[in-house]
């Protein structure tokens, strides 16, 4: 049926987006499947939960083959799959995906489109490429200025430096990320920033 992927930067919406999206589906009648990667235990163990509280019964997975047990043998027609978080799985997500919706599946992904240095995330690039729709959203920007707040447009995720670990994947909220616009991201380049 369709893949429509939802993007952007921490703190722009992407999991409220999702999460109103299933909300809809459950009125229409459809039968609703969500999935969220295990990783992410911030507000919740296995429900999809947004910063500000919005939240949706889930099944958390730690793999592609976790999620594919998880499935029912035979889908209806129109059944509703979404997933959140989905930068934090393997490449192998993407055929998944991609043939749940030649199932005649509505499947709904959000996720991270760039990491905190501004690389392409995970399987997000691929699936954003694949969609049969891409709502891209932004944030506000809480880098600091002399007249105070930025306030503009935010598209980038920033790593607050004193709780920077270094990896790729380090799940976190406020206390470890801000959204920033590009004139308020600083990313510090390493010599496999773009390989």
């Known amino acids: 049926m369709s893949l429509e992927v939802i993007s952007g930067c921490m703190f722009s919406g992407k999991?409220?987006?999702?999460?109103?999206?299933?909300?809809?589906?459950?009125?229409?009648?459809?039968?609703?499947?969500a999935f969220k990667p295990a990783v992410d235990a911030r507000y919740h163990d296995s429900d999809i939960?947004?910063?500000?509280?919005?939240?949706f019964g889930a099944v958390a997975v730690d793999s592609v083959e976790g999620m594919k047990a998880r499935l029912p043998p035979t889908l209806v027609p129109g059944t509703v799959i979404g997933f959140?978080?989905?930068q934090f799985m393997n490449e192998e997500i993407i055929d998944l995906l991609d043939d749940l919706a030649?199932?005649?599946?509505?499947?709904?992904?959000a996720g991270l489109d760039l990491d905190y240095r501004g690389v392409p995330f995970g399987p997000m690039p691929q699936l954003?490429?694949?969609?049969?729709d891409v709502t891209k959203l932004s944030a506000v920007c809480v880098g600091d200025t002399q007249a105070g707040r930025c306030?503009?447009?935010?598209?980038?995720?920033?790593r607050v430096p004193s709780r920077d670990t270094g990896a790729?994947?380090?799940?976190?909220?406020?206390d470890v990320y801000e959204a920033r616009c590009r004139l308020h991201w600083h990313p510090e380049p390493t010599p496999s920033m773009y390989s």
Request: proline share 0%; hydrophobic share 40%.
């Open 168 to 174: 790729q994947v380090q799940v976190g909220g406020q």
């Open 84 to 86: 959140d978080e989905a």
């Open 151 to 158: 306030g503009k447009r935010a598209t980038r995720s920033y």
């Open 49 to 55: 939960a947004s910063h500000h509280g919005g939240t």
């Open 128 to 132: 954003l490429a694949m969609a049969d």
């Open 15 to 33: 999991t409220e987006e999702l999460v109103r999206r299933l909300r809809r589906a459950v009125i229409s009648d459809a039968l609703v499947i």
């Open 102 to 109: 030649g199932k005649d599946c509505r499947v709904i992904v």
